[in-house]
């Protein structure tokens, strides 16, 4: 059972460096008009709804904005598969939200710095098991 345990915690690292570490950095409205990357947008309303703009059109799911006056489009497109039919239909959702309730509005971004702490922690932790659980002639003296 002592053995399995290290193996468990580089398991659940390694698959945490496989899913990457990303941040949010909060972006302006003006960032927002002219944003074209392919990071999700997360943004807040003053009344706490969340919504995400998914731009990864590989999901099941793509979203997009247009500034139209003082409002901000909303316009989220979904495949949704009937139920015991191979068949998928093509969902559009609108929804308008106001510039003056937005709370903020944030960029999910690939942070380069927390994966490298990871790698390092991932290298540091798995040494130092290494090390407890090696039973090999030349540690012999150590314990």
């Known amino acids: 059972m002592k053995k399995l345990i290290p193996y468990l915690?580089?398991?659940?690292?390694?698959?945490?460096l496989l899913?990457?570490?990303?941040?949010?950095?909060?972006?302006?409205?003006?960032?927002?008009?002219d944003f074209n990357k392919d990071n999700d947008?997360?943004?807040?309303?003053?009344?706490?709804?969340?919504?995400?703009?998914r731009r990864d059109s590989s999901d099941q799911n793509f979203s997009d904005w247009i500034f139209v006056d003082d409002k901000i489009e909303l316009t989220e497109a979904k495949l949704i598969q009937?139920?015991?039919?191979?068949?998928?239909n093509l969902t559009r959702i609108k929804?308008?939200?106001?510039e003056n309730d937005l709370a903020n509005i944030g960029v999910v971004e690939f942070d380069g710095l927390?994966?490298?702490?990871?790698?390092?922690?991932i290298l540091a932790i798995s040494y130092v098991i290494f090390l407890l659980?090696?039973?090999?002639?030349?540690?012999?003296?150590?314990?």
Do not use: H, M, W
């Open 95 to 98: 929804t308008e939200i106001d």
């Open 19 to 33: 899913n990457g570490c990303y941040s949010e950095r909060y972006i302006t409205k003006d960032e927002l008009r």
């Open 114 to 121: 927390k994966t490298t702490l990871l790698v390092v922690g």
């Open 133 to 143: 659980t090696y039973e090999g002639p030349a540690f012999e003296s150590i314990k």
């Open 41 to 53: 947008i997360i943004i807040t309303t003053q009344d706490n709804k969340e919504y995400t703009l």
């Open 82 to 88: 009937q139920k015991d039919k191979n068949v998928k």
């Open 9 to 16: 915690i580089i398991y659940s690292l390694v698959l945490q």
